[in-house]
């Protein structure tokens, strides 16, 4: 069995999405559930994309865990670190859409507090030090910092990546609605930005924390980082990535949903870490083409509904790439 070269550890959960854009949480009328979760999204679009993955996660002991595992596998993700919970549920999160696509994280599934479904509950001691051992890539985000339990398996994660020399990636994807004290939050993100060698954020959050959205000024303050994204939706993305600073337009195409798109970017990002090699971010053209690629994922992403189910293929982004390339 190959080992996976990269671990995406957090949430997975059902994102039961509005089927009616534009409308309130009161008078939306129908939802349709699609599995999501920022790091299980990531680890299924590094799967199809070629890259090895496996996710570390919680779910509960019902019938929505019990599919979003076997999903995963069907896709060929590694399962092996996932833990389950006797008795709180898998998480489902109701969200709406707007006219243009966007999407707003709004409530939790039968009206729960956010600290009581399973995914809060992943315990440190039960993570598999031998998926460390033989991975290159941690991808984590931040939701899971806002509860006990799974603040100490990040804790726990991060000393078995020290251990191994596993590089760290972070997408902040701040969702307050996970907090049940937002202002808790930011020193929490501050710290744990600390300890990674990658960072990733949307324009919001990169003002939020830094109160710029410039990655080489934000690279350049933090002093440890390998490389710094700023997505910016329509308006593209700026990246430093070994100390080669630029930006990429958006890519024109026709938005149906943004959900999993970010996630689709990171995916794409640290599959070509993968390929290339961390070192090769010192030569500016492959910065930039890197830069582009996550950006062609994210975007493809958007053209379907849903997360994981609108993952492109590697065969599809390079498709796309090459006919964006010849004027397409």
């Not at 990655?215 to 350049?220: E, L, R, S």
Request: aromatic letters at 8%; hydrophobic letters at 40%.
């Amino acid at each position: 069995m190959t080992h996976p070269r990269v671990i995406c550890l957090g949430e997975i959960l059902f994102d039961c999405i509005a089927d009616q854009p534009g409308r309130s949480l009161e008078t939306v009328e129908s939802w349709t559930s699609y599995p999501g979760g920022a790091p299980a999204n990531v680890a299924c679009a590094l799967t199809k994309l070629g890259t090895p993955s496996a996710f570390v996660g919680c779910v509960g002991q019902d019938d929505p865990g019990r599919s979003l595992v076997e999903l995963l596998q069907t896709i060929g993700v590694d399962t092996t670190g996932i833990q389950s919970h006797p008795t709180a549920p898998t998480r489902t999160v109701m969200v709406l859409r707007s006219e243009s696509g966007d999407r707003s994280f709004v409530a939790f599934g039968g009206k729960r507090p956010s600290s009581e479904f399973a995914d809060t509950h992943l315990q440190a001691a039960q993570l598999t030090p031998a998926l460390f051992e033989s991975a290159d890539f941690l991808v984590l985000g931040t939701l899971e910092l806002a509860y006990l339990d799974s603040r100490a398996a990040i804790a726990r994660a991060l000393e078995l990546c020290e251990q191994f020399f596993v590089k760290i990636v972070l997408d902040v994807n701040w969702r307050p609605v996970f907090w049940a004290d937002s202002q808790a939050a930011s020193p929490m993100i501050h710290d744990l930005i600390k300890r990674v060698d990658f960072l990733k954020l949307a324009e919001e959050e990169a003002d939020w924390l830094f109160g710029t959205t410039d990655p080489g000024a934000i690279a350049h303050r933090l002093g440890t980082l390998e490389g710094v994204l700023v997505t910016a939706g329509e308006k593209g993305c700026a990246y430093c990535l070994g100390e080669n600073e630029g930006k990429v337009p958006a890519f024109n195409v026709e938005v149906e949903d943004t959900t999993g798109a970010g996630d689709s970017f990171v995916a794409g990002f640290v599959h070509q870490l993968c390929q290339h090699g961390i070192q090769e971010l010192a030569n500016p053209n492959l910065a930039k083409k890197v830069a582009s690629y996550a950006s062609a994922a994210g975007a493809l992403t958007t053209t379907r509904l849903g997360a994981i189910d609108a993952q492109p293929t590697a065969a599809e982004v390079d498709a796309f790439l090459y006919l964006q390339q010849q004027g397409g």
